[in-house]
């Protein structure tokens, strides 16, 4: 069992950046693939960004490549998510979630383990 819980959401201006933080507790953390989502209403919910158990694999969907970075600090049991250069259509719910695989898995149903989401706004 893992439990997940996000901060740093919050309103920014465009253009500005955000730092989204994930801390997990239970299970050892980095025995998890763990990823990064988004989701507006009425929207699937979006991979933006997954990492490896072992970190040396990423993935960033291109709505967030060059913008984004997807880190964990094992020791802390925290992942991250730095983005930058946002835009008012990343205004959404952002998720961390863990999936207890070896490598980068890319469906919400392959995800074991949910936080309970942050809100980012962009403002124009």
């Known amino acids: 069992q893992v439990q997940l819980v996000e901060s740093g959401g919050g309103l920014v201006q465009a253009g500005g950046s955000l730092r989204l933080s994930c801390a997990a507790s239970?299970?050892?953390?980095?025995?998890?693939?763990m990823a990064w989502f988004r989701q507006t209403p009425g929207k699937e919910r979006e991979l933006l960004a997954a990492?490896?158990?072992?970190?040396?694999?990423?993935y960033y969907a291109d709505s967030v490549k060059g913008r984004g970075t997807i880190s964990k600090d094992n020791a802390k049991n925290t992942l991250y998510l730095q983005m930058n250069s946002l835009k008012p259509e990343d205004t959404a719910v952002y998720y961390c979630?863990?999936?207890?695989?070896?490598?980068?898995?890319?469906?919400?149903?392959?995800?074991?383990?949910w936080g309970q989401g942050t809100q980012v706004t962009v403002s124009s």
């Open positions: 979630a863990a999936a207890a695989t070896f490598g980068v898995v890319f469906g919400p149903q392959e995800y074991d383990y």
């Open positions: 239970g299970r050892t953390f980095n025995r998890y693939t």
């Open positions: 990492i490896s158990r072992s970190g040396d694999s990423t």
